[in-house]
């Protein structure tokens, strides 16, 4: 594709998905049911015919990542929300099951050989998922409806099947990623919003939604916690897949932007463990890539810019990043005492949080309790990894580390061979970075591999992309 020709295209796209995302808000927050039903109808029509998907699985994880608290409401009783399309008798189906549906029936029909070599190990383990967890389950005891419920989440990784099949190229990759920068910029802005009006945006839309935010457990003080956090982490791995890239930068410098949007929205939050991810992304980038020097000095350029931006015009007091530097300050306090129970909410979870998991997984400890009734009363967000150990048991859980590990390796091991362009390299180096902050959250605290449908999303897309520049190579030595 002509290099005019890419950035002609990512531009139509903002304007479209702009267009779209405008017209979701104004029948969700605006309109009556009947109105707001009817229009979701139309982009899942859309989908059906169109030939980009990239704009359709954007636009469809956009939605379900709810950036800003947008369509955050996904209870029945909840007037503005998405709508619930009854189906099957007691079942419901959200825009984004529809599409899920929708996507793998296409992909289906497409003529396209699929071989999943980066995720051999998911299959493995998947199979013990099927044959194990299951069966474990239903042996311990669980309600059809909630099963089904979890299982509607799990069946989202379907999005793997579906992207690696309907994306037909490398910048199909990178446009799936532009896509993803308006709705970053909205989530800083209602970051900024909190930090000044002690309120979320969309409380202007919904009444409901007023005061609703997170305290600092150090200062007390309104933190500007992200809301649409995994859009905010695609955007930093898609600023690493175009980073000094002048064929797929929109203009010189941009993938600066993209990148450091999502580590000041990580600073804004307060929140320790995206900043630990932040972290280890830059680094990261800075040690495997061949240009880390220079991207290191653009970074700074473009931070100090930025930073001098914001305070210069009063958007942000000095006193919001004292309290940034309390909520670190404890850890460093934590490490130099010995005692991990200094750092505020450390406290609670080794006390509280994982003891009441490990009870859980007292009851089944050998091949775990699977999606049953124990599972949803000892599983806890807070503590990562604990609840893979609660789900899959002593022998499930090196399983899935073998998964995870085996397949960073094999994405290293491709990044290293010389058939490979710089841009295919730099999209294995984001998922590496990726992976690494995955990983960082998982074994302190964020769960990514829990059964909610937008985590879901996210870790198949990014499991699918790996594949996919391999795949698109094998499609071309084929054709």
């Known amino acids: 594709m ?22 979701s808000v104004f029948v969700v927050y605006f309109t ?25 699985f954007a636009y469809f994880f956009i939605l379900i990542s709810a950036p800003a608290s947008l369509f955050v409401n996904r209870t029945q009783e909840a007037y503005f929300r998405l709508p619930f399309y009854t189906v099957i008798s007691g079942f419901s189906f959200t825009p984004m099951d529809l599409f899920l549906f929708i996507s793998i029936f296409k992909a289906i029909r497409k003529k ?76 800083v802005f209602d970051q900024l919003y909190v930090i000044n009006m002690g309120s979320r945006f969309i409380s202007m839309l919904d009444p409901s939604m007023l005061g609703v935010f997170v305290k600092n457990s150090i200062s007390g003080d309104i933190r500007a916690v992200v809301q649409g956090i995994l859009i905010v982490f695609y955007t930093l791995i898609f600023g690493f897949q175009i980073s000094n890239n002048k064929k797929y930068e929109i203009f010189s410098g941009f993938s600066s932007i993209a990148i450091f949007l999502p580590i000041a929205s990580f600073i804004l939050s307060a929140t320790r463990s995206w900043m630990t991810i932040g972290i280890v992304a830059i680094f990261g980038y800075i040690f495997l890539s061949k240009k880390g020097i220079k991207f290191a000095i653009q970074m700074g350029v473009v931070g100090a810019a930025l930073v001098i931006a914001i305070f210069s015009s009063g958007f942000i007091e000095a006193d919001f990043l004292n309290n940034i530097y309390a909520r670190y300050s404890v850890i460093i306090d934590a490490a130099s005492s010995g005692n991990v129970r200094d750092a505020d909410t450390f406290s609670g979870r080794i006390d509280e949080d994982i003891p ?55 994405l290293n091991k491709y990044r290293l061979k010389n058939e490979y362009d710089q841009t295919d390299k730099n999209i294995f180096i984001s998922l590496i970075l990726g992976f ?43 054709s």
Do not use: C
């Open 356 to 410: 009441h998991v490990m009870k859980g997984f007292a009851y089944s400890p050998i091949l775990g309790v699977g999606m049953s009734k124990y599972m949803r009363q000892f599983y806890s967000n807070d503590v990562g990894f604990i609840n893979t150990l609660l789900i899959y048991g002593i022998i499930g859980f090196p399983v899935f580390l073998f998964f995870l590990f085996r397949y960073l390796f094999l």
């Open 112 to 187: 396209v050989k699929v071989k999943f070599l980066l995720n051999k190990p998911l299959e493995f383990f998947l199979f013990y998922m099927i044959i194990i967890s299951i069966p474990v389950s239903f042996l311990l005891g669980t309600e059809i409806k909630p099963f089904i419920n979890t299982m509607r989440s799990f069946f989202f990784y379907g999005i793997i099947f579906s992207y690696l099949r309907l994306i037909n190229g490398k910048e199909e990759i990178l446009k799936f990623g532009y896509l993803m920068i308006p709705p970053t910029i909205l989530i």
């Open 32 to 56: 009556n049911p009947i109105v707001r039903d009817l229009f979701f109808i139309i982009p899942l029509a859309l989908s059906i015919k169109s030939k980009k998907d990239y704009f359709w």
């Open 2 to 23: 002509e290099e005019n020709t890419f950035k002609r295209d990512v531009f139509v796209d903002f304007a479209q998905m702009l267009a779209l995302l405008l017209g």
């Open 436 to 478: 690494l902050g995955i990983l960082a959250g998982y074994f302190f605290t964020w769960d990514f591999f829990s059964f909610y449908p937008e985590k879901v999303f996210f870790v198949s897309i990014i499991f699918a992309t790996g594949d996919l520049v391999l795949e698109l190579k094998d499609r071309k030595s084929i």
